[in-house]
T-cell receptor
Framework: DTAVSQTPKYLVTQMGNDKSIKCEQN?????MYWYKQDSKKFLKIMFS???????INETVPNRFSPKSPDKAHLNLHINSLELGDSAVYFC??????????????FGEGSRLTVL | AQSVTQLGSHVSVSEGALVLLRCNYS??????LFWYVQYPNQGLQLLLK??????LVKGINGFEAEFKKSETSFHLTKPSAHMSDAAEYFC???????????FGKGNQVVVIP
């Protein structure tokens, strides 16, 4: 069983559309994250949820809205997609907020291409 | 805020030669340090981590890293490169009580036969 799974793996869409990426983890972790990896492979945190509560919200356009229905799921909805949103979006999870180790477990990524 | 610096985006190494990837960190408190590996079209996988125990940390696939506080460094090494080591490597730092993991810009390792 995949520990952190994301769907879809690939997403190609037109500018202005709205799309969602779903993430699920079966590790029993309390904290989940969304990271964005740009074309130069740079990874930047976007959001983090602990037990369905938003704890990290970086400077991200309001068009990006995370939603955590329960602690095993964290979805990312993007409105009015722009060319610059093209990237690979990674979901990750970790055990506990204020974790002593900070080790993250990553999904395989969702590659978003905006045309 | 904590941060890491990785120099040299592309690193070429001959098969069987030493792999050395440099990472320097900045942190206001004792850090936790990590190396992750990303194979093509995959997510990141933890190679090893330092969490204030032994300064020499051994990880998977024959990699190790040494924490040097005086140099604020956490360089990654492997004595003998294998073709399967070709991947992107990321150094990352976090602080206790802070789930914010900050990544370096990564090193793409190319192994030459």
């Amino acid at each position: 069983d995949t520990a952190v799974s994301q769907t879809p793996k690939y997403l190609v869409t037109q500018m202005g559309n709205d799309k969602s990426i779903k993430c699920e983890q079966n590790l029993g972790h309390d904290t989940m994250y969304w990271y964005k990896q740009d074309s130069k492979k740079f990874l930047k945190i976007m959001f983090s949820y602990n037990n369905k509560e938003l704890i990290i919200n970086e400077t991200v356009p309001n068009r990006f809205s995370p939603k955590s229905p329960d602690k095993a799921h964290l979805n990312l909805h993007i409105n009015s997609l722009e060319l610059g949103d093209s990237a690979v979006y990674f979901c990750a999870s970790s055990q506990g907020s204020g974790s002593s180790s900070g080790e993250l477990f990553f999904g395989e990524g969702s590659r978003l291409t905006v045309l | 805020a904590q941060s890491v610096t990785q120099l040299g985006s592309h690193v070429s190494v001959s098969e069987g030669a030493l792999v050395l990837l440099r990472c320097n960190y900045s942190s206001s408190v004792p850090p936790y340090l990590f190396w992750y590996v990303q194979y093509p079209n995959q997510g990141l996988q933890l190679l090893l981590k330092y969490t204030s125990a032994a300064t020499l940390v051994k990880g998977i696939n024959g990699f190790e890293a040494e924490f040097k506080k005086s140099e604020t460094s956490f360089h990654l090494t492997k004595p003998s490169a294998h073709m399967s080591d070709a991947a992107e490597y990321f150094c990352a730092v976090s602080e206790y009580g802070n789930n914010r993991l900050a990544f370096g810009k990564g090193n793409q390792v190319v192994v030459i036969p």
